[in-house]
């Protein structure tokens, strides 16, 4: 829960978070402290919506951002495309097309975005591709 979260938000050096299955939200993300030094975020199967941008902007590091099975839609793309440390983006189990993934070109670093298979089109996922030639786009 959310609460639960309060426990861990005052790790100095929170490096990774997984949370699957559970009732935690973007708010009780947004709570927790220290983020500075979080590499990798795993929500997988929770209540993470668009809110959660707070929290991702206060976590300069994070290479791996996998918000599979949550709320979140396009509105947290431009949130995304803005964090050049990304290397894995995994969007599974969300509304998120291809076609709205292009403004993630932006990121240099980027070399995994993994989508809802049911989403995409094989031309859409050619298209991404072909835009972000440095990144695997998979569909899962």
Not at 33 to 45: P, S, T, V, Y
Not at 71 to 99: F, H, Q
């Amino acid at each position: 829960t959310d609460q639960g979260l309060n426990s861990i938000g005052s790790i100095p050096n929170l490096i990774h978070l997984h949370i699957m299955s559970t009732r935690i939200t973007a708010a009780g993300l947004n709570r927790l402290q220290n983020a500075k030094n979080l590499e990798l975020l795993f929500a997988h199967d929770d209540r993470v919506s668009n809110d959660v941008t707070e929290f991702l902007q206060q976590a300069p590091n994070l290479h791996f951002v996998a918000l599979s099975r949550s709320d979140v839609t396009t509105a947290i793309l431009p949130t995304l495309a803005e964090m050049k440390s990304l290397n894995l983006i995994g969007l599974t189990g969300t509304s998120i097309k291809p076609e709205d993934c292009h403004i993630l070109k932006s990121l240099p670093n980027l070399r995994f975005l993994e989508l809802t298979k049911e989403s995409a089109t094989p031309e859409e996922v050619q298209k991404l591709q072909d835009a972000i030639p440095w990144c695997d786009v998979v569909l899962k």
